[in-house]
């Protein structure tokens, strides 16, 4: 009887743990089942889902307050910035920010601007952006408690050297497009793909949170364009200095002897590119730059022309012997020389007299020319016609019939 009651004690374990090890792994494989989908649905959300419920928790507690673009910067031929030198920051606000009391003052604090200027400047229907002149962290704060309103730091365009401003040209700041020179030529290349995006965070109640800033949001695998251009920085300012220097009004173009390359381009008077409608109505053309917009009389350095038609034309040779009294009568018109002081450079060979620059040497040597051969040789050389050098507003000179 001991025996069976043994047996059957041991019969109900054995029972017990079968149900025991069924009910762990029933559980198990409910858990690992469980799992399974867990991961299945992380890898949904994660992997598959991840880009787009990223972009929407993204735009959950970031909000884009504005769109700005900036301009490809211009560099001389060593690589030293022509514009672009100078960092800034602004305020920007979306079109139609509303203004009250409290941001009228912050602004103003900011900018230095009145009230009726600050009202004004704001636009309906494209963003303001307004010059920080005075960093208040008080007036900071308290602006960018406001929806649709951005800190920045932008590059100042020009400066107030305005190095080589008749070549760069200026640019329409609200269109962010050029209208003169070199700014204007390349205006595509400068100012293609520079828009960026620039947005704040925000908290649960769609609240700009002070302190937080801004995030510049820009494609890095956008094309974006520079160019390089012939001038050298150092000799445009040394031209520039001369004509300032000597209160000259007119031009200075300085070309490489070998490549033709300009490397300077200086012309006077000069203008403010950041405020060009102060110079609208002035009388002393200063927006025109005199190396390509203004005929200038070539003086004696049509003097090459000329000895290249007697050269070319066998009219006259180096050797040749000619005299200078210091002057020459053309009709009723007496044309002095630079010798008429000094009673003349008397007998000269033609080769002296391009040496001294001799208006009698060169005026009988053209009569002897002609003047169909003179002007065929001019048309050689271009006088009269455009050079192209990619400056929009340059106009060809004239030359006589």
């Known amino acids: ?31 690992s089942f469980m799992l399974i989908l867990l991961l299945v649905r992380l890898f949904h959300i994660q992997i598959i889902m991840g880009e787009e419920y990223g972009k929407s928790a993204f735009e959950q507690w970031f909000h884009v307050i504005a769109t700005v673009a900036d301009r490809g910067t211009i560099y001389d031929r060593n690589r030293r910035p022509l514009t672009d030198k100078i960092k800034e920051n602004y305020l920007i606000m979306q079109p139609g920010f509303r203004v009250n009391g409290k941001n009228i003052e912050s602004i103003s604090v900011l900018t230095g601007l009145g009230e009726e200027e600050i009202s004004s400047s704001i636009s309906e229907d494209s963003i303001t952006e307004l010059l920080i002149k005075k960093y208040d962290e008080k007036a900071i704060l308290e602006i960018m408690r406001n929806k649709g309103v951005a800190i920045i730091e932008r590059s100042k365009r020009y400066d107030e050297e305005g190095l080589a401003s008749h070549a760069i040209g200026y640019i329409n700041k609200s269109k962010n ?19 960026k995006k620039v947005g ?9 949170i002070p302190g937080f800033g801004y995030i510049v949001m820009e494609e890095s695998n956008i094309d974006k364009k520079n160019i390089i251009v012939t001038l050298d920085n150092d000799i445009q300012k ?27 381009m200086a012309s006077r008077p000069k203008f ?8 609208l109505e002035s009388n002393d053309k200063e927006l025109y730059n005199k190396a390509v917009q203004i005929s200038y009389p070539p003086g ?29 009568i053309l009709g009723t018109t007496k044309i002095k020389c630079n010798s008429y002081e000094t009673g003349g450079h008397g007998e000269l060979t033609f080769e002296q007299g391009f040496a001294s620059s001799c208006n009698s040497a060169f005026i ?23 050079t192209g050098i990619r400056l929009e507003e340059e106009i060809g000179g004239i030359l006589s019939t």
């Open 364 to 386: 009988q040597g053209a009569s002897a020319l002609g003047g169909d051969k003179l002007i065929e040789m001019a048309k050689k050389f271009g006088i009269g016609e455009e």
């Open 177 to 195: 497009v050029g209208v003169s020179g070199l700014e204007k030529y390349f205006d595509k290349e400068l100012g293609e793909n520079r828009e």
């Open 272 to 279: 403010d590119q950041d405020n060009v409608g102060n110079h």
């Open 238 to 264: 040394i031209c520039e200095n001369e004509l300032d220097e000597k209160n000259y009004i007119g031009s200075i173009v300085v070309l490489d002897s070998k490549s033709g390359e300009i490397l300077a």
């Open 300 to 328: 004696s350095v049509f003097k090459i022309v000329v000895a290249a038609a007697l050269l070319e034309n066998e009219v006259i040779n180096l050797e040749d012997k000619l005299f200078c009294e210091g002057f020459e």
């Open 1 to 31: 009887m001991r025996k069976i009651k043994k047996s059957e004690d041991k019969s109900a374990q054995k029972n017990w743990r079968d149900i025991t090890e069924k009910r762990v792994i029933k559980f198990f494989k409910f858990i």
């Open 200 to 208: 704040a965070i925000l908290d649960a109640h769609s609240r700009i």
